[in-house]
Nanobody
Framework: VQLQASGGGVVQPGGSLRLSCAVS????????MEWFRQAPGNPRELVAR???????HYGDLVQGRFTITRDNAKQTAYLQMNDLKPEDTANYYC?????????RGQGTQVTVSS
């Protein structure tokens, strides 16, 4: 299983970005796709997760601003980030949770700065 994250960049406060995480390899009937973020000196933080059934969960700091979706046909999860704030600056990476274990992709940097 391999994960490929993309979509990061530099954006001004109040702006938007959409991250993508494409999964290749063996898939499972039930799985969970997650986005985490980590800024230097800070602990890892769960941003959002979505199950293969479409159930979602968001971290408190992004609730109402971020939306996680998935396209099972494309084996891809998306994270739409709106109203970005400087404190959203971090390395964002996706994690694929399966009955066989977790698989983590490389990160994509998001920088929110004026």
């Amino acid at each position: 299983v391999q994960l490929q994250a993309s979509g990061g960049g530099v954006v001004q406060p109040g702006g938007s970005l959409r991250l993508s995480c494409a999964v290749s390899g063996t898939l499972f009937d039930f799985d969970v796709m997650e986005w985490f973020r980590q800024a230097p000196g800070n602990p890892r933080e769960l941003v959002a997760r979505i199950t293969s059934y479409g159930s979602t969960h968001y971290g408190d700091l992004v609730q109402g601003r971020f939306t996680i979706t998935r396209d099972n046909a494309k084996q891809t999860a998306y994270l739409q980030m709106n109203d970005l704030k400087p404190e959203d600056t971090a390395n964002y990476y996706c994690n694929y949770r399966t009955p066989k274990g977790d698989y983590r992709g490389q990160g994509t940097q998001v920088t929110v700065s004026s």
